[in-house]
């Protein structure tokens, strides 16, 4: 049996390479045809792929030599019964057929693809590579050698060009600038370093320029810039990774790594719907036992911009704040914030805020004059929510001056506090009043007046008697009492109670017309009152910042 599937094997590699000779001899004679070389086929199925890539390397070849392309059936292998094979290859022959029928030599001659090595870099990161890496840009960002259609408010559509860092490590002592009003452009695959030299202000890329389009009603200067599989090295001198400025659609990553940023990994000026997705990043690693974390004022991700979407972003230990959103409508799916102590995630006076599915690890969610915010699904590890009504800028701000909590919900948040009650932390969320002019927190002015439709339910946590909602219910039953005392501070996150509703079951059907009623609350409290003594259940549901 094992000599029959050799025999077979090695006939269908003899066809496979006659077919090969017999093709490329049909259209004329020619000395060789290069094909890749492949391992040995293990059984049939490779058997029949190397027959596939060799009559498609074939074609190929005839191609670029100027000889008429035969029938994708010619190639097809009279023995190979296999429907999908040969509709695979079907499929590759048309698409090779669509490639080299549709390329003209001069946009044969655009279809840019850079590597640095073409531009005498070293890829070994041992020595600086800035002028063959700017070099390179120069030629990713040759308007005139793209012939495709303009973007957006003239924006020059590069038509795909790309740098392919071909996984080089290469030294750099200054940005690598994408301009303003240029677009359709990717840099990909390989690590950019710092060298001492750079400048501490700059990121190792920067796209855009801020305030450059301001006579545009999108305000952006550039669209659809691709940033993907890129090891991002700042080397605690470089201020950080990628500044974007004024862009519409750029993409930074997926599989992007970030660290020895001084000031953030990613920081977006202006612009909108930018997208992170699939990054790691941390200004230094957890080992590093030389760090002065007191000194750090590093962010991981810094959004000076509406409408971004972060999704699957690590920050890691350690990164003085995980994310910093100070723009609206941005939204953050799936972000992991184990970033050292601190703030993980910082939603700073701006509105229309979504967190959805995020994971808080052992860094507080901090939301300042929290204005039309939604936090669901998501788990604090031994951490908290802290809620700042205080806005420190003053002024007008989403919402309005003053303080301020208006339209947030918090929904469905699962919390973990078995360990930070040692330091503290033993609610899921928390206000937090600033005390200024010597004043406590006690004496700011912060009552139902400054807080309107908070929801805050269906929260879980490992200690119920952790978890502090907007809404909460108690029951009591008691025989022969006239008094129902109901202490609901435990369970509520502000101090006080604007509405009360109550139901009371009676034991004895004697009793079910003497008169009741709730007393307007104190504080957390309800009190419920029996004109007499009975035997009765009584259940309260009270509601707060409505």
């Not at 230094?284 to 979407?309: C, E, M």
């Not at 890691?316 to 102590?341: I, K, M, Q």
Request: hydrophobic share 40%; aromatic share 8%.
């Amino acid at each position: 049996m094992i000599s029959s599937c050799h025999k077979l094997l090695g006939w269908i590699l003899c066809m496979a390479h006659l077919q090969v000779l017999v093709n490329g001899l049909l259209g004329s004679s020619w000395n060789s045809i290069k094909t890749p070389r492949r391992e040995i086929p293990r059984n049939l199925h490779d058997a029949r792929q190397l027959h596939l890539d060799a009559t498609f390397n074939a074609r190929k070849q005839m191609m670029k030599r100027g000889h008429a392309p035969h029938s994708s059936t010619d190639f097809a292998d009279a023995g190979d019964t296999s429907v999908y094979s040969n509709r695979v290859h079907q499929r590759r022959m048309q698409e090779l057929n669509y490639s080299e029928n549709s390329k003209s030599p001069e946009t044969s001659s655009s279809a840019q693809s850079i590597s640095p090595l073409d531009c005498g870099a070293d890829p070994s990161g041992k020595t600086d590579s800035t002028d063959a890496l700017l070099s390179c840009m120069a030629k990713l960002l040759n308007a005139s050698a793209h012939g495709s259609d303009p973007m957006a408010d003239k924006i020059v559509n590069l038509g795909g060009a790309t740098l392919d860092l071909s996984g080089g490590e290469y030294l750099i002592s200054a940005p690598l600038v994408i301009p303003k009003l240029v677009g359709n452009v990717r840099i990909t695959g390989g690590t950019l370093k710092a060298s001492p030299a750079f400048d501490p202000t700059k990121f190792l890329i920067e796209i855009g320029e801020a305030g450059c389009n301001e006579k545009i009603p999108q305000g952006v200067c550039n669209e659809f810039i691709e940033l993907d599989s890129i090891f991002f090295d700042s080397f605690h001198v470089a201020a950080g990774g990628v500044f974007i400025a004024n862009t519409m659609g750029a993409t930074v990553g997926p599989s992007v790594f970030f660290t020895g940023f001084n000031d953030a990994a990613v920081r977006v000026h202006q612009g909108h719907e930018m997208m992170l997705l699939f990054a790691w990043m941390a200004e230094t690693y957890w080992d590093d036992k030389n760090f002065n974390h007191s000194a750090s004022h590093s962010i991981g991700v810094d959004l000076q911009a509406p409408d971004n979407y972060i999704n699957n972003v690590i920050v890691f230990d350690y990164t003085h704040t995980g994310v910093a959103v100070h723009g609206p409508a941005n939204v953050l799916t799936a972000v992991h914030t184990w970033n050292g102590g601190g703030i993980g995630i910082l939603v700073n006076e701006t509105q229309q805020v979504r967190l959805l599915g995020c994971y808080l690890d052992y860094n507080t969610l901090t939301l300042v004059h929290p204005f039309q915010h939604v936090v669901r699904d998501s788990f604090f590890l031994n951490t908290n929510a802290v809620i700042a009504p205080y806005a420190p800028t003053g002024g007008w701000i989403p919402g309005g001056s003053g303080p301020l909590v208006k339209a947030v919900v918090f929904n469905g948040n699962t919390y973990a506090l078995d360990k930070s009650t040692g330091w503290g932390v033993n609610r899921s969320i928390v206000i937090e009043l600033p005390s200024t002019n010597g004043s406590t927190a006690q004496d700011l002015p912060f009552g139902p007046a400054q807080c309107s439709q908070f929801f805050a339910t269906g929260e879980i946590s490992d200690n119920p008697m952790s978890v502090v909602q907007t809404q909460a219910r108690q029951t009591q039953t008691q025989t022969l009492a006239s008094e129902w005392f109901f202490d609901f501070s435990e369970q509520l996150l502000f101090p006080w109670i604007e509405s009360v509703e109550y139901s009371m079951t009676f034991d004895d059907e004697s009793d079910m017309f003497v008169p009741h009623a709730a007393l307007s609350p104190s504080g957390t409290t309800v009190r419920v009152h029996t004109q007499r003594n009975v035997s009765a259940t009584v259940t309260v549901n009270v509601a707060q910042c409505l």
